[in-house]
């Protein structure tokens, strides 16, 4: 799955293939040729990784959209923890490190109620706990 978002990001590298199109894309016969371990395995509804998926459906104007948020986030909630030096606030900080890490295999972040529980823990970081 991995490979086959790698090559639908190639034949779409600016804007991707669309929103919640990689189920669609990967059936495409032009993707058969790829040199996988597992051929049968390699379609899905999503790659099983979110910067992966956002790669193929988005494109690297969205990619770089997405990575400018998550920093966003990341620098705002580091600065609430230095302010308020709380422990929940750390708490969020590592529980979102463990979620973006780049080689987690992960459900797609724009369903399964993945983006809902990120947009939560965002706005826990975000609280000044004092």
Do not use: Q
């Not at 032009?30 to 956002?54: A, D, G, Q």
């Amino acid at each position: 799955m991995f490979l086959t978002a790698i090559h639908i990001w190639n034949d779409n590298k600016l804007f991707g293939g669309g929103l919640k199109t990689y189920r669609e894309n990967c059936k495409l016969d032009k993707y058969n040729k790829i040199k996988s371990l597992v051929v049968s395995e390699r379609c899905s509804t999503h790659p099983h990784n979110f910067y992966l998926e956002i790669l193929s459906e988005l494109g690297i104007l969205g990619f770089v959209l997405f990575l400018f948020l998550i920093m966003y986030f990341f620098h705002k909630i580091y600065k609430n923890y230095l302010i308020t030096n709380n422990i929940v606030t750390l708490g969020v900080l590592c529980t979102l490190l463990g979620i973006f890490f780049p080689l987690n295999f992960t459900n797609s972040f724009f369903t399964n109620f993945n983006l809902l529980w990120i947009t939560f823990i965002i706005s826990l970081g975000l609280i000044r706990f004092e």
